[in-house]
């Protein structure tokens, strides 16, 4: 069973020993909201991807979903290949393609946190998808989420984090939970990494031999 969103504040509270006049229920929430897009720009889990699809119409730009918070990849498909352009930086774009020039595109790049930037120039509508990571859903007094069922512990430690950091001390307490926080963010990344590798193999994913040398007497 999944800790509710009232027994998490009093956790935390015990934790600091701080009541709820200096760690409220408003500044608590702003560090648990913290704390889970900090998680999900560290850690590519499974709740927080999310793929669609679009057309690219022939502009530079393309809007990504309002969700978007990470662009993972992008591919074209098109009736027998999904091809992924390259991911760059905008100086890149600027200097591979300066007069705008049209064609199938190559490479994309984040132009800011609502659009992504082709080149060329798409020279006709392309149908894409687009991977990327979706703004995780917030633990709060009506949601449960992801992480509050199965990571309170990262959750917790993260939102501990920021508690001593705003709180400004004793500094040996905020580093024992950074520790613990980032013990955590690698043992669920991790785990993830093992998930998928589990999926991909029942699913019949051709994956590369290792090279075993035999063993010698």
Known sequence: MSITHASFLTQVRAYTEVDSNVLTDTLLDQFIRNTELDIAGKVDYDDIRKYVTAVTG????????????????IQVISSSTRDFLEKRDTSFMAEYNP???TGLPKY?????DKNILFAPVPDQAYEIQLNYIKDPSHFNSTTDTFLSKHQENLLLYGVLVECFSYLKGPMDMYKLYQDKYNEETQAFMLAQTGRRRRSEYDNGVMRVPVQSPSPTN
Request: hydrophobic share 40%; with cysteine.
């Open 58 to 73: 022939t502009q530079r730009y393309l809007n990504v979903p309002d969700d978007c918070i990470i662009v993972r990849s």
């Open 108 to 112: 994309f790049a984040n132009w800011d």
């Open 99 to 101: 007069t705008d020039a």
